[in-house]
């Protein structure tokens, strides 16, 4: 059973910035897997806002080219989301999981971490 565990949400004014972090523990060769961060609001459906190939190919939903740089390490089984010049409109619960464009297998999602963005 893989378990993702996200953290380093908070509450940022606009233009601010946020490092997310998720790490994978459990049975998984976590270097295989291209990993994604998502995002929620009330409402809405979950959305895939990056992706990073397990070779390094990197994916953006236009709403965040340019301010979002997903990356990952490995060693640590871990993958990160750099956000700058924040938005209210990102405001969300962010998750991570394996890439739901592929064929992969998507583990059961994790609590999520709270991004706030706002005055």
């Known amino acids: 059973q893989v378990q993702l565990v996200e953290s380093g949400g908070g509450l940022v004014q606009p233009g601010g910035s946020l490092r997310l972090s998720c790490v994978a523990s459990?049975?998984?060769?976590?270097?295989?897997?291209?990993m994604g961060w998502y995002r929620q609001v009330p409402g809405k459906q979950r959305e895939l806002v990056a992706a990073?190939?397990?070779?390094?190919?990197?994916n953006y939903v236009d709403s965040v080219k340019g301010r979002f740089t997903i990356s990952r390490d490995n060693a640590k089984n871990t993958v990160y989301l750099q956000m700058n010049s924040l938005k209210s409109e990102d405001t969300a619960v962010y998750y991570c999981?394996?890439?739901?464009?592929?064929?992969?297998?998507?583990?059961?999602w994790g609590q999520g971490t709270q991004v706030t963005v706002s005055s």
């Open positions: 999981n394996s890439d739901s464009r592929t064929v992969q297998a998507m583990w059961p």
């Open positions: 459990g049975s998984i060769i976590f270097r295989i897997y291209s």
């Open positions: 990073i190939g397990s070779g390094g190919s990197l």
